[in-house]
């Protein structure tokens, strides 16, 4: 059971499932330096579990072992990267799949590029991809009425509270990623406020035991439990088919993102499917980009106060606008930071379909490769002044070409990532403008590394209005 109940832990060791079913054991040495097997069965997964995360536990072995290091998965060995040139080399050839689609796809036992022609994994990629940019593109002035609205409500109530009281940030902005999303991925149905609860209230059942559920196989030994899980995973996917049926019928006029999946030809359990990862993920990764920038912003005055001054310079009075949010730049320089210095996806990983080369060292088919991205972020070689929130270092093309190889940019961005970086413009453009931040004195934020870093507890901020 130990080897279930790890491989659960994350999102990535999901992968290594597939591939100790679908290919035969090995225990051929890659030549890549690295941990041997601290037990014959687990591999090193016991020193995963001992470090806390997967994440932790990268950290700890590139600073030993190098930009190049390996250890054990069960008795099958691993390999993993941590650092761009090594990235480089190795993505360059392999980008035909997304790997965090693949990571929560194969958690959810849904086909994930993994077992597919390369074809067949490239088309559906561009499919996903695409709907979510037309769902932007066609929604624009939908998801600012939905952020305006949602964003308005919650600065004035911020605004009325006493400057002493503190404002949870996590509890408030998940639920405005949540009425975003919900509405631009599945329509109309879902600006009733009772759906939007519902949604909330299965997708916190799944999305908990998917980050911590399995760790020590505590779900699996919980029969309340799994149950609960399974029915939430069920009702949430009862939606979604319910959502495509429904949209199914409509004119093209409806537009939202299940909308374009139907225009793309896929079956009913593939909208579904592609319906659970974008609103399970989208919900997330939104959520903790705008909590981890406000909170970024409330400890650094002087960070707020240029973002402010872009803010009125570029929209004055008036709401931003999708033809407004690329002169921006500044923003985006204030996102990029927060993503970069809150590991906001610390890991992927794919794996190796055909012999590999990285530097000198060989890597055989069919080894589960590693991107070790929370260790990328925050590498003094590649970064200046790692752990310090510096939007500044975006302004540096070199600095820009490094990001966007790790797929925080550019057109190899997580396409969640892209739909994240535009509701966190329209959030931050208004409470800005309206408020100051200020952090809580005396708060220490600590991150929880899943596949999406959150805060372990709630974040606490004070406000002030602006004059």
């Given at each position: 059971?130990?080897?279930?109940?790890?491989?659960?832990?994350?999102?990535?060791?999901?992968?290594?499932?597939?591939?100790?079913?679908?290919?035969?054991?090995?225990?051929?040495?890659?030549?890549?330096?690295?941990?041997?097997?601290?037990?014959?069965?687990?591999?090193?997964?016991?020193?995963?579990?001992?470090?806390?995360?997967?994440?932790?536990?990268?950290?700890?072995?590139?600073?030993?072992?190098?930009?190049?290091?390996?250890?054990?998965?069960?008795?099958?060995?691993?390999?993993?990267?941590?650092?761009?040139?090594?990235?480089?080399?190795?993505?360059?050839?392999?980008?035909?799949?997304?790997?965090?689609?693949?990571?929560?796809?194969?958690?959810?036992?849904?086909?994930?590029?993994?077992?597919?022609?390369?074809?067949?994994?490239?088309?559906r990629k561009k499919v996903y991809e695409g709907a979510i940019d037309k769902t932007l593109e066609?929604?624009?002035?939908?998801?600012?009425?939905?952020?305006?609205?949602?964003?308005?409500?919650?600065?004035?109530?911020?605004?009325?509270?006493?400057?002493?009281?503190?404002?949870?940030?996590?509890?408030?902005?998940?639920?405005?990623?949540?009425?975003?999303?919900?509405?631009?991925?599945?329509?109309?149905?879902?600006?009733?406020?009772?759906?939007?609860?519902?949604?909330?209230?299965?997708?916190?059942?799944?999305?908990?035991?998917?980050?911590?559920?399995?760790?020590?196989?505590?779900?699996?030994?919980?029969?309340?439990?799994?149950?609960?899980?399974?029915?939430?995973?069920?009702?949430?996917?009862?939606?979604?088919?319910?959502?495509?049926?429904?949209?199914?019928?409509?004119?093209?006029?409806?537009?939202?993102?299940?909308?374009?999946?139907?225009?793309?030809?896929?079956?009913?359990?593939?909208?579904?499917?592609?319906?659970?990862?974008?609103?399970?993920?989208?919900?997330?990764?939104?959520?903790?980009?705008?909590?981890?920038?406000?909170?970024?912003?409330?400890?650094?005055?002087?960070?707020?106060?240029?973002?402010?001054?872009?803010?009125?310079?570029?929209?004055?009075?008036?709401?931003?606008?999708?033809?407004?949010?690329?002169?921006?730049?500044?923003?985006?320089?204030?996102?990029?930071?927060?993503?970069?210095?809150?590991?906001?996806?610390?890991?992927?990983?794919?794996?190796?379909?055909?012999?590999?080369?990285?530097?000198?060292?060989?890597?055989?088919?069919?080894?589960?490769?590693?991107?070790?991205?929370?260790?990328?972020?925050?590498?003094?070689?590649?970064?200046?002044?790692?752990?310090?929130?510096?939007?500044?270092?975006?302004?540096?093309?070199?600095?820009?070409?490094?990001?966007?190889?790790?797929?925080?940019?550019?057109?190899?961005?997580?396409?969640?990532?892209?739909?994240?970086?535009?509701?966190?413009?329209?959030?931050?453009?208004?409470?800005?403008?309206?408020?100051?931040?200020?952090?809580?004195?005396?708060?220490?934020?600590?991150?929880?590394?899943?596949?999406?870093?959150?805060?372990?507890?709630?974040?606490?901020?004070?406000?002030?209005?602006?004059?």
């Open positions: 059971m130990l080897d279930f109940a790890i491989f659960a832990v994350t999102f990535v060791i999901i992968l290594i499932g597939a591939v100790l079913y679908l290919y035969p054991s090995s225990r051929s040495a890659s030549g890549v330096p690295g941990l041997n097997p601290t037990e014959e069965k687990d591999g090193n997964l016991p020193d995963i579990v001992n470090r806390g995360s997967l994440h932790e536990f990268l950290v700890g072995l590139h600073d030993e072992f190098g930009s190049v290091a390996s250890f054990w998965f069960g008795r099958r060995p691993v390999v993993s990267l941590g650092a761009v040139d090594q990235l480089r080399q190795h993505i360059n050839p392999n980008w035909t799949t997304d790997s965090f689609e693949t990571m929560l796809k194969s958690l959810l036992s849904y086909q994930s590029g993994s077992g597919v022609g390369v074809t067949e994994s490239m088309i066609n929604n624009f002035p939908l998801l600012l009425q939905v952020c305006s609205q949602l964003v308005e409500e919650l600065v004035d109530k911020w605004a009325s509270y006493p400057k002493s009281q503190h404002t949870p940030l996590c509890a408030h902005l998940l639920g405005l990623a949540m009425k975003a999303v919900t509405q631009l991925a599945m329509g109309s149905r879902f600006r009733d406020d009772a759906e939007v609860i519902r949604f909330r209230k299965n997708h916190e059942a799944i999305w908990s035991e998917i980050g911590k559920g399995y760790l020590d196989g505590s779900l699996e030994k919980s029969s309340s439990r799994k149950t609960h899980y399974e029915s939430a995973l069920a009702e949430m996917e009862s939606v979604l088919k319910s959502v495509a049926k429904q949209r199914s019928g409509q004119g093209s006029s409806q537009s939202s993102f299940v909308k374009h999946l139907l225009q793309a030809n896929l079956t009913e359990r593939q909208v579904m499917e592609d319906g659970m990862v974008f609103t399970l993920a989208g919900c997330v990764i939104t959520a903790n980009l705008c909590i981890w920038a406000v909170h970024f912003l409330s400890v650094s005055e002087e960070v707020q106060e240029r973002l402010y001054h872009e803010l009125v310079d570029v929209l004055g009075e008036e709401p931003v606008t999708l033809e407004k949010i690329p002169q921006l730049r500044y923003c985006q320089q204030v996102l990029n930071e927060t993503v970069r210095t809150a590991k906001l996806t610390p890991m992927a990983a794919r794996l190796q379909e055909v012999e590999g080369k990285v530097d000198q060292h060989v890597i055989p088919k069919e080894t589960l490769v590693i991107y070790a991205l929370g260790v990328v972020l925050q590498d003094a070689d590649t970064w200046s002044l790692p752990y310090r929130f510096n939007p500044d270092r975006f302004a540096d093309e070199s600095v820009m070409k490094s990001f966007s190889l790790l797929g925080f940019s550019g057109s190899q961005a997580c396409p969640e990532l892209r739909f994240a970086y535009t509701v966190a413009a329209v959030l931050l453009s208004t409470l800005v403008r309206r408020l100051r931040l200020h952090r809580m004195e005396g708060q220490v934020v600590e991150a929880r590394y899943e596949l999406v870093t959150t805060p372990k507890d709630d974040t606490w901020i004070t406000v002030s209005k602006r004059n």
